[in-house]
C-alpha cells in the first residue's frame, strides 16, 4: 500500500487524499505535526532532503515530493488526468500556476492567520496586506477564467481542479471573501458535488 506523509490541515496534503479518493486508492497516512520540526529530521530529509510534505512512499522504498507531481503520477491513464494533448498541457499550466501565483498567497495568509503561532504571525504581520493583494489577484485570474469555462483544463474535472480547489475553498481563513467571486463559487460547488468529494477535516 501507498503511504501518504502528511499534514491534516495542509491544502498541499488533502489534494493527494481528495484524488486518492476519487480514484479508489488506497493509502496509509503517516500525520506529521504542525510546528513539531519532524520533516527536518535526518531520517525525513534521507527520504525528501527538501523536508516538506506531502510526500508519497512506494512499497519498494521509492519516495515522490511535490503535491502536484503526485497528483499527475497518480492520475495518469485515468479519466482525472486529460487524455488531450492540448488540454493535459492546460492542466499544467495551471498546476504551475497553482504552486507560483495562488499558493504562496492564499495558503501562506490562510496559515498565518488561522495557523501560525503568535510570534510567528506577529513577525510577519506587515506581510499580510502584500499576501491579501497577490491572492486577490490570482483569485481574480481564476474568476476570468470560470466566468467563461466550467473547468480548468477540458471539458470535465480534472486534477488541475484539484489542484487549485484544495487552498481554494479554505482561503475564508486567510480573511479572503469569496463571495466577491460568483464563477469561482459556483466552480467551487461543482468540485464538491464530483463522486467521491472528501472535506479537507476527514481522516481517512
Known amino acids: ?22 480514484l ?5 497516512l ?37 503535491s502536484n507531481a503526485i497528483l499527475w503520477y497518480l492520475s495518469e491513464g485515468t ?29 501562506v495568509r490562510r496559515f498565518l492567520l488561522a495557523y501560525a503561532p503568535d510570534e510567528v504571525r506577529e513577525a510577519r504581520r506587515a506581510q499580510l496586506p502584500e499576501l491579501r493583494a497577490k491572492g486577490d489577484a490570482a ?14 483544463a ?3 474535472y480534472s486534477i488541475a481542479d484539484i489542484a487549485l480547489y484544495a487552498y481554494t475553498h479554505w482561503a475564508g481563513e486567510g480573511g479572503f471573501d469569496l463571495s466577491a467571486f460568483p464563477a469561482l463559487s459556483r466552480w467551487l460547488a461543482r468540485v464538491a458535488a464530483e463522486s467521491g468529494h472528501i472535506p479537507l477535516s476527514e481522516r481517512w
Not at 31 to 60: H, I
Not at 84 to 100: G, H, I, K, P, T
Open 1 to 22: 500500500m501507498l503511504t501518504l506523509h502528511q499534514m491534516q490541515m495542509s491544502g498541499n496534503c488533502y489534494k493527494v487524499r481528495l484524488l486518492a479518493r476519487q
Open 24 to 28: 479508489g486508492i488506497p493509502l496509509a
Open 30 to 66: 503517516k500525520e506529521y505535526p504542525l510546528m513539531a520540526g519532524e520533516t527536518r529530521k535526518p531520517d525525513f530529509l534521507a527520504r525528501n532532503p527538501n523536508g516538506r510534505v506531502p510526500l508519497l512512499e512506494f512499497g519498494d522504498g521509492r519516495f515522490l515530493p511535490e
Open 79 to 107: 479519466p482525472l488526468q486529460p487524455a488531450d494533448r492540448w488540454d493535459r498541457a492546460q492542466a499544467l499550466s495551471w498546476m504551475f500556476f497553482e504552486q507560483y501565483s495562488h499558493e504562496p498567497y492564499v495558503a
Open 139 to 152: 483569485l481574480g485570474v481564476m474568476e476570468t477564467h470560470l466566468s467563461h469555462k466550467d473547468w480548468f
Open 154 to 156: 477540458g471539458a470535465r
